[in-house]
C-alpha cells in the first residue's frame, strides 16, 4: 500500500510553515504523489493565516506542475463544546476541513470532557477529517469506543500522520484509534502534517501501523486516486450546502 495524496500541509502562509506553495507542489511531484491538499491553520491558532486567505481561495488552480492541488483548511477546536473557529461563508471554497485539537487552543482537559468535545464535533456537519486526535494523550486522552462510533455515525475520516511517532505514547494511542477505526469500519486518511517541503508525503510510521494493524487498503482514502477524488467530491458538495444556509 501506499498513499497517492497528502492532505494535510501546511506552507509559509503560517507563520511556522517553512515553504512555498510551490515548493512543497513540486516536492510532492517527487515523491510521486498524485494530488496535494494545503491544509494552513485558522486564525484562532497564533500561527494562523487571516480569514481574507480563504475568501481568496477560489482563485487557487486545480492543477499546477502536474498536481492536483486541493484547498483545504486545518480549524482549531476552541472550546469544549467542539466549536471551531471558521465561519461558514468562508467553507464553500474549500475542498475539505480538517478539525484538530491544539495546545495553543486549549491546553488540556478530563478524559470525559474530551470524549464529550469529540463526540460534539463529530455531530458538526462542516468536519470532514479528525486530525491527528492520536497526539497528545496526556493533555487529550478520551474514550476510544465511543468517540470512535460517534465519527463513524458522523461521517467522519480520521487522519493519522507521520508527526504523531515520536513518542511512545503518542504511538501507543495512535495504534489504539487506528484498531478501533477497523473495529467500527471508520474510514481513515494518512497525512504528513508537513510543515517542510521535504516532508510532504511522508508516511511510512502510518503505513506500517496500518500493515501491523490489518486495517484493508479500502478503508485507506487517499491510498487509491478515484477513492480520493470520490471522497473529495462529496465533502465539497456539503461545504457548498453548508454555506448557502
Ligand atoms: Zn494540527
Ligand atoms: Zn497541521
Not at 480549524?75 to 475542498?95: E, S, T
Not at 470532514?128 to 494523550?137: F, L
Not at 501507543?172 to 517541503?197: F, Q, W
Amino acid at each position: 500500500m501506499r498513499t497517492v495524496a497528502d492532505l494535510h500541509t501546511h506552507t509559509s502562509a503560517c507563520p511556522h510553515g517553512h515553504c512555498t506553495r510551490a515548493e512543497l507542489i513540486l516536492r510532492a511531484r517527487e515523491r510521486g504523489l498524485a494530488a496535494v491538499g494545503i491544509s494552513e491553520h485558522v486564525q484562532a491558532n497564533p500561527d494562523g493565516v487571516p480569514m481574507s486567505y480563504f475568501e481568496n481561495m477560489k482563485a487557487w488552480l486545480p492543477e499546477v506542475y502536474g498536481i492536483r492541488l486541493l484547498r483545504g483548511a486545518e480549524a482549531d477546536i476552541c472550546d469544549w463544546r467542539g466549536k471551531l473557529f471558521l465561519q461558514r461563508r468562508y467553507m464553500k471554497n474549500l475542498d475539505y476541513l480538517i478539525a484538530s485539537l491544539h495546545r495553543h487552543s486549549l491546553a488540556s482537559a478530563d478524559r470525559a470532557t474530551v470524549t464529550r468535545t469529540w463526540c460534539g464535533v463529530a455531530e458538526d456537519p462542516a468536519v470532514d477529517i479528525i486530525g491527528h486526535c492520536g497526539r497528545d494523550p496526556d493533555r487529550f486522552a478520551f474514550e476510544i469506543d465511543p468517540v470512535i462510533r460517534a465519527f463513524r455515525d458522523g461521517g467522519k475520516t480520521v487522519e493519522f500522520n507521520d508527526s504523531s511517532f515520536g513518542r511512545e505514547d503518542h504511538r501507543k494511542m495512535c495504534y489504539l484509534i487506528c484498531e478501533a477505526c477497523g473495529k467500527y469500519g471508520v474510514p481513515v486518511i494518512i497525512g504528513s502534517d508537513a510543515h517542510y517541503a521535504r516532508s510532504v508525503g511522508e508516511a511510512e510510521n502510518c503505513l506500517r501501523m496500518i500493515r501491523e494493524v490489518g486495517l484493508p487498503e479500502s478503508q485507506v482514502v487517499n491510498a487509491d486516486l478515484d477513492r480520493l477524488m470520490a471522497w473529495i467530491s462529496a465533502a465539497r458538495a456539503k461545504k457548498v450546502a453548508l454555506a448557502g444556509r
